[in-house]
């Protein structure tokens, strides 16, 4: 792995460590004390994406999600040869982060903001699907290439990721991210619903990026790419 390329994947595992820790910590806190209320945790989890957005996307672009990865790489807007290192981090970020919550607050799925659903499965897998497809379309609109760097890429995302929260959250806590299942899920060993995280994520991702390329075509050879620093 290349230098620049090694920073850039270390900024995933970053972001995904912090979002992981602050987004499932709200959780865990709401859960324990009842402080944030549900509405106080959607903001959580959209301030902290915002943030990391603002603080790594004009290094690694601020995936933090191997979602987002997967779509940029689909659609031309990012390398395949990178997606395997930047999944790798995210999955690593997010497993460091739930193993962190677990030494403060203990290993059940409570206690580390996992993500289970109260519906059917099949509403559960369509839920994240729509959730995701939505969120990666935004993104496509407000990133260059694959990077989520202009001014208003924070606000739009995090205001996105906030508002899912509170419409999904009650329902199957809206993940829309495979790492952010994973690293809770393996930690607290409750694995059971976590293919439904993965799958249904992947393909949302997809389909948003997809749309979006609907509307608003672009030159395969001229798609920009996140380029060596």
Not at 106 to 120: A, K, M, N, P, Q
């Amino acid at each position: 792995m290349d230098g620049p390329l090694a920073r850039r994947c270390l900024c995933e595992a970053i972001g995904t460590f912090w979002l992981i820790l602050i987004g499932c910590g709200a959780m865990v806190v709401d859960f324990q004390s009842e402080a944030l209320t549900h509405p106080g945790v959607a903001i959580a989890w959209g301030l902290i994406v915002m943030t990391m957005v603002y603080a790594i996307g004009d290094v690694s672009g601020a995936h933090i999600n191997p979602a987002v990865t997967l779509a940029f790489a689909a659609v031309g807007r990012f390398p395949w040869g990178e997606v395997v290192g930047y999944v790798a981090s995210q999955i690593a970020g997010a497993t460091l982060a739930a193993l962190a919550l677990a030494v403060l607050f203990g290993h059940d799925d409570h206690r580390l903001g996992s993500t289970v659903f109260e519906t059917s499965v099949a509403v559960a897998w369509w839920i994240e699907f729509l959730m995701t497809a939505l969120l990666m379309f935004i993104i496509m609109g407000v990133s260059t290439g694959a990077k989520e760097k202009s001014i208003t890429a924070g606000l739009a995302v995090g205001a996105t990721i906030a508002m899912e929260a509170m419409v999904a959250g009650p329902l199957t806590k809206a993940s829309m991210n495979p790492a952010r299942s994973f690293g809770p899920a393996v930690v607290s060993g409750a694995m059971d619903e976590l293919w439904v995280y993965w799958s249904a994520p992947l393909a949302g991702a997809l389909a948003g990026a997809w749309l979006y390329r609907m509307i608003r075509p672009e030159q395969p050879s001229g798609a920009p790419s996140i380029q060596a620093e």
